[in-house]
């Protein structure tokens, strides 16, 4: 496994990435020599690889049990870390265990707050298995569960001990979850990292089908992207801000829809609502928004609210965008991250945000309904 040290402000930890690792991984973690290892995982990555890992773990590095949460955005809520919490304490889980997040972003953010909870923090270890987890949200100090009125409302700021990732984990994956993972660097190259747009055109497939180089070289450069904004801002409240362009509408497509549209795809929808909506205020011109629809279709997503969400829910809840408050907004504006180009990031002083009037973002959205 390569390792790199992923550092905001004051907190760092190694990311360690490879092929083919499982090994490695279960050493890795006896080399913590945790009292026990409570690998959280749902039903579904259970069934691939948490009854083997934790097998493993168990008999090479220190007991260890794993407890399951039903799949799904609609789980991601504070009943099931409750109810993860009372399992873990029945089995004995004690100030030295460490919380092992195996699974994507949900099941990351579930254990992840499980882990800060726990004795008021415990050791945390993110097993990623969908690109999603491996280059956006283990990448991310933010752990947080989703309330009534919208996603990611109910959360705290708590740090991994380390991420071990094996693209091999990544090969079961459904297409929809790929194409996910996919739009979100698509989202790092378009925001940030600019330079990954030429070779990003060329790898895209509609099929979803990449092998573990690529993969490798998305996972490596969205770290990079992260790291540009996030060094300094490791509660992603300035600069590392950017990282949620496509996140306004996206967050509303994907709550609106009950989960059956993936979080990566709803923000590559959410891109292109926010590429023109920039057109509109006249900060982006309609090439930038023509690559937007071309980017989202060469990776399988069509850049459309699709036919079965709600759009009047959509409109719903773009009002409880998770933004809110970091700009003097006025009555009827939404604060969005908004690009006038590649990387070119349109800012309200020193923040990488714009207050978009509501009543133009929901005619965007009809728009852009099929």
């Not at 415990?122 to 956006?136: G, I, Q, S």
């Not at 001990?161 to 459904?174: G, I, N, Q, S």
């Not at 297409?175 to 940030?192: C, T």
């Amino acid at each position: 496994m390569q390792s790199t040290t992923v550092v905001m402000e004051d907190a760092s930890f190694p990311y360690r990435l490879g092929s083919d690792c499982a090994d490695e991984i279960v050493a890795r973690l006896g080399e913590l020599d945790a009292s026990g290892y409570f690998v959280i995982s749902d039903t579904t990555v259970a069934g691939l690889y948490g009854h083997d890992l934790t097998a493993r773990i168990h008999k090479e590095a220190g007991p260890a049990v794993l407890l399951t949460h039903e799949e799904g955005e609609p789980h991601k809520g504070l009943a099931t870390v409750s109810t993860l919490a009372e399992q873990a304490l029945e089995h004995g889980a004690d100030r030295r265990a460490i919380i092992v997040a195996l699974g994507g972003g949900v099941t990351g953010n579930i254990a992840g707050l499980l882990a800060s909870l726990l004795f008021r923090g415990t050791r945390l270890v993110h097993v990623p298995t969908t690109v999603v987890a491996m280059l956006d949200s283990v990448l991310s100090l933010k752990q947080a569960v989703n309330a009534t009125y919208g996603k990611n409302l109910v959360g705290t700021f708590y740090q991994p001990v380390e991420v071990l990732a094996d693209t091999a984990m990544l090969r079961t994956l459904p297409p929809r979850e790929m194409r996910s993972g996919m739009g979100e660097v698509v989202k790092n190259a378009l925001a940030i990292r600019p330079s990954m747009l030429d070779r990003m055109a060329n790898v895209l497939e509609p099929s979803a089908r990449y092998d573990d180089e690529t993969l490798r070289w998305a996972i490596a450069e969205s770290l990079a992207a992260k790291a540009a904004v996030t060094h300094a801002d490791k509660r992603e409240r300035g600069a590392g801000l950017v990282l949620e362009y496509g996140h306004t509408a996206g967050h509303a497509i994907e709550h609106a829809s009950h989960g059956r549209v993936a979080h990566g795809a709803g923000v590559v929808v959410g891109m292109a609502i926010a590429a023109e909506v920039s057109r509109r205020l006249g900060h982006a011109d309609a090439e930038f928004v023509a690559q937007h629809g071309e980017l989202a279709s060469a990776g399988g997503i069509p850049p459309t609210v699709p036919a079965h969400v709600d759009v009047a829910r959509v409109k719903t809840w773009l009002s409880y965008d998770n933004k809110r408050g970091y700009l003097d907004s006025p009555q009827g504006h939404t604060p969005m991250v908004l690009l006038a180009g590649p990387g070119r990031v349109l800012h309200t002083g020193s923040l990488p945000l714009v207050p978009v009037p509501l009543a133009l973002l929901e005619e965007v959205v009809d728009a852009t309904a099929e």
